[in-house]
Protein backbone atom coordinates (compact mmCIF):
# COMPACT_ATOMS: atom_id res chain seq x y z
CA UNK A 1 0.00 0.00 0.00
CA UNK A 2 2.58 2.56 0.65
CA UNK A 3 4.24 1.66 -2.65
CA UNK A 4 1.46 2.68 -4.14
CA UNK A 5 0.86 6.16 -2.01
CA UNK A 6 4.57 6.87 -3.36
CA UNK A 7 3.83 6.17 -7.24
CA UNK A 8 0.29 7.90 -6.63
CA UNK A 9 1.98 10.87 -5.41
CA UNK A 10 4.89 10.77 -7.85
CA UNK A 11 2.37 10.67 -10.43
CA UNK A 12 0.52 13.49 -9.40
CA UNK A 13 3.30 15.84 -8.99
CA UNK A 14 5.18 14.69 -12.24
CA UNK A 15 1.92 15.77 -13.97
CA UNK A 16 2.14 19.02 -12.68
CA UNK A 17 5.30 19.59 -13.24
CA UNK A 18 4.60 18.83 -16.97
CA UNK A 19 1.79 21.23 -16.76
CA UNK A 20 3.61 23.71 -16.05
CA UNK A 21 6.36 23.19 -18.30
CA UNK A 22 4.22 23.14 -21.29
CA UNK A 23 1.96 26.05 -19.95
CA UNK A 24 5.56 28.46 -19.87
CA UNK A 25 6.57 27.18 -23.51
CA UNK A 26 3.39 27.62 -25.03
CA UNK A 27 3.25 31.05 -27.57
CA UNK A 28 0.63 33.25 -26.09
CA UNK A 29 0.67 36.80 -25.16
CA UNK A 30 1.48 37.47 -20.96
CA UNK A 31 -2.10 38.21 -20.59
CA UNK A 32 -3.12 34.72 -21.68
CA UNK A 33 -0.57 33.14 -20.09
CA UNK A 34 -1.07 34.70 -16.54
CA UNK A 35 -5.08 34.00 -17.21
CA UNK A 36 -4.33 30.20 -17.54
CA UNK A 37 -1.96 29.92 -14.82
CA UNK A 38 -4.30 31.54 -12.43
CA UNK A 39 -6.94 29.25 -13.49
CA UNK A 40 -5.02 26.20 -13.09
CA UNK A 41 -3.72 27.51 -9.56
CA UNK A 42 -7.22 27.69 -8.17
CA UNK A 43 -7.88 24.51 -10.27
CA UNK A 44 -4.99 22.52 -8.51
CA UNK A 45 -5.67 24.10 -5.13
CA UNK A 46 -9.15 22.97 -4.81
CA UNK A 47 -8.32 19.94 -6.16
CA UNK A 48 -5.98 19.08 -3.57
CA UNK A 49 -7.68 20.48 -0.77
CA UNK A 50 -10.48 18.06 -1.74
CA UNK A 51 -8.59 15.25 -1.82
CA UNK A 52 -7.09 16.51 1.67
CA UNK A 53 -10.48 16.58 3.03
CA UNK A 54 -11.17 12.63 1.61
CA UNK A 55 -8.29 11.44 3.23
CA UNK A 56 -8.86 12.92 6.30
CA UNK A 57 -12.37 11.68 6.27
CA UNK A 58 -11.11 7.55 5.53
CA UNK A 59 -8.57 8.22 8.48
CA UNK A 60 -11.27 9.17 10.33
CA UNK A 61 -13.36 6.49 9.95
CA UNK A 62 -10.58 3.93 9.96
CA UNK A 63 -9.32 5.07 13.38
CA UNK A 64 -12.91 4.35 14.86
CA UNK A 65 -13.33 1.14 13.04
CA UNK A 66 -10.12 0.38 14.94
CA UNK A 67 -11.23 1.80 18.19
CA UNK A 68 -13.92 -0.37 18.33
CA UNK A 69 -12.24 -3.39 17.71
CA UNK A 70 -10.53 -2.33 21.23
Known amino acids: MRSFEKFLT ?3 LGGIAG ?7 TPESGDKMRG ?3 DNYYLVRDEVKNAARQR ?7 LA ?3 QKS
Not at 56 to 62: F, P, T
Open 10 to 12: GFI
Open 19 to 25: ALVVLLY
Open 36 to 38: RLK
Open 65 to 67: RLQ
Open 56 to 62: SEELKQE
